[in-house]
């Protein structure tokens, strides 16, 4: 992880940690190129958590964004599952 990525993640439990009580809800959002693979490997990343996972195409159907409704336990369980999705391929965090 590159120096700029790890002190965004930082900030953000930070962030977490003092705007929210724990366990709380959380709103993930991500794109992905149109490719049901890609869309399954997110949604297999909140596999058993109780999520609830929303999907929607762009107009050009190229991309498609979910968005990810799911308790978590903490500011790091957050950010380290952001971690985890990053390794799919072409992701993009919102």
Do not use: C, Q
């Amino acid at each position: 992880m590159d120096k700029k990525t790890e002190e965004f993640y930082i900030r953000l439990k930070e962030e977490l940690k003092n705007t929210s009580t724990w366990p709380t809800e959380y709103l993930y959002k991500f794109i992905v190129p149109t490719d049901a693979k890609k869309v399954e490997e997110v949604e297999n990343a909140f596999d058993n958590m109780g999520a609830v996972i929303k999907t929607h195409h762009s107009k050009t159907g190229k991309y498609t964004s979910l968005s990810v409704n799911v308790t978590m336990d903490s500011p790091e369980d957050v950010v380290g599952k952001y971690i985890e999705v990053s390794n799919i391929e072409g992701i993009i965090s919102l």
